[in-house]
């Protein structure tokens, strides 16, 4: 289990598209609610590693019927011999401080919901510097790659958490609409690689939040 500290609150303000990361009294609610948040959430991950092979449909995570289909996952992964797949949680009782947030207050679930984005992605990180800790310090890596960026296909989730074994482990199920429970929950591969690797821009024109994502909206970027 990881322990998370602190939330990074400006982080969810940008996930809420505040205008004003200054207004002290947006702030104030803000800290409120994530020293509750932090009070609550048990965050977890699990991770596995593989040989990444060629196969006629893509890359195929050896000893598994996983393949990272599609040109994005084709380029990201471009040197590595092998990938790191993670899942990640806050556990369900981020969900459900949101839930019942969403009955009283929505301005706070909104703020809530902000909060345990930013938080899931910081044990995202903490997690990964976990995981590299634990492997030799000569090889390199890419940045974090998950189903539904690019053309690589959201319905490869519910494979990569039977082979993560992510249920019993860490509580995370996937329902028929390709939605993890408990929601705030993450999956990603790194590819691993024992030359450098070039670090490229995720961008906007490969994102499939492109059409719907707040940052554009307001003329800015989350980024990546």
């Known amino acids: 289990m990881i322990k998370l500290d602190t939330i990074n609150t400006r982080e969810a303000l940008r996930y809420m598209g505040a205008a004003n990361l200054d207004d002290k009294i947006m702030l104030q609610k803000v800290e409120k609610y994530a020293d509750e948040i932090l ?19 893509g890359l195929l995570l050896a000893g598994t019927n996983l393949v990272l289909t599609g040109n994005s996952a084709k380029a990201h992964f471009d040197g590595c011999h092998r990938v790191i797949a993670m899942a990640a949680t806050l556990s369900g009782f981020a969900d459900r401080y949101i839930q019942t947030a969403e009955i009283t207050d929505m301005a706070k679930a909104l703020i809530a919901d902000s909060l345990c984005t930013a938080a899931v992605e910081q044990v995202c ?100």
Not at 48 to 57: A, D, T, V
Not at 172 to 181: A, G, K
Not at 194 to 222: L, Q, S
């Open 39 to 57: 009070k609550i959430i048990k965050p977890l991950y699990t991770y596995r590693i593989f040989p990444l092979e060629q196969s006629e449909n």
């Open 125 to 224: 990180d903490m997690a990964e510097a976990e995981i590299f800790s634990a492997l030799p310090k000569e090889n390199f890596y890419t940045w974090r790659f998950s189903a539904g960026y690019g053309d690589l296909p959201l319905d490869i989730q519910p494979l990569l958490l039977r082979i993560l074994n992510a249920e019993k482990l860490i509580g995370l199920t996937i329902n028929d609409s390709l939605i993890m429970l408990p929601r705030k929950s993450v999956t990603a591969f790194i590819g691993i690689s024992d030359k450098p690797i070039e670090k490229k821009r995720r961008g906007c024109a490969a994102c499939n939040m492109r059409g719907t994502c707040n940052f554009r909206k307001n003329g800015t970027h989350c980024g990546q």
